[in-house]
């Protein structure tokens, strides 16, 4: 069974800090999504990275999938109260299946 | 265009009932997959469905079952309710086919929650 833990659990810190999020498996996947998801809203999707190694970054944050295609980190820079969320990676399992595994998640609350 | 729609919003139900919930893809996609989300497990795939057929399933029992209609539509059920399926329940749409997951970009709806009491 492929599972994906995230670290932290939870994060409250202050605006203008920075900060990181892990997300790893002992299982390759095909490749990874980070999405993120506010109160009462369905999850939205940040990214896709399918290369190992690979980095993307969306203004203030930065994607960066593991060499191996087990593991992912996300890096905020410079948080704001607007990052504020629940912040899930998503593994993407094509063997025999086609289908996306989630993590356990990181909620992140920015204080202002 | 249109964002995926799932309703109703929000459900109560008695233990031991059936429930039915829809979800509406975004027009043009042809991939509905299911979620189940709680704060213990988080998000949990129930299963997909594909041009009416599912093609993938997860690790849910029997009682949750799904269809998906000719356009596109589709329905999850869930029968004999228990109080541990109380959740947010997610639909997610996709063009994708078969072969391209990768770089596939699942679109959300807002979800079902459902309390079961």
């Known amino acids: 069974t492929q599972l994906l833990e995230q670290s932290p659990q939870f994060l409250s810190i202050q605006e203008g800090e920075n900060l990181t999020v892990y997300c790893n498996s002992s299982s390759v996947f095909s490749s990874l999504q980070w999405y993120r998801q506010e109160p009462g809203e369905g999850p939205v999707l940040l990214v896709t990275v399918v290369t190992g190694g690979e980095v993307k970054k969306l203004k203030r944050l930065t994607f960066q999938f593991g060499d191996a295609r087990k593991d992912s980190s996300l890096h905020i820079t410079a948080a704001q109260p607007g990052d504020t969320g629940l912040y899930l990676c998503a593994g993407a399992v094509t063997s025999g299946t086609y289908k996306y595994i989630f993590g356990t998640g990181t909620r992140l609350k920015v204080l202002a | 265009k249109a964002g995926v729609t799932q309703t109703p919003r929000y459900l109560i139900k008695t233990r031991g009932q059936q429930v039915t919930l829809s979800c509406s893809p975004i027009s043009g996609h042809r991939s509905v997959s299911w979620y189940q989300q709680t704060p213990g497990q988080g998000l949990q795939f129930l299963f997909e469905?594909?041009?009416?057929?599912?093609?993938n399933k997860g690790n849910f029992p029997g009682r949750f079952s799904g269809r998906q209609f000719s356009n596109s539509r589709s329905e999850m059920n869930v029968s004999t309710l228990e109080l541990g399926d109380s959740a947010l329940y997610l639909c997610a749409s996709s063009s994708v086919g078969r072969g391209d997951i990768m770089n596939t970009e699942a679109f959300f709806g807002q979800g079902t929650r459902l309390t079961v009491v």
């Open positions: 469905y594909f041009s009416e057929t599912q093609r």
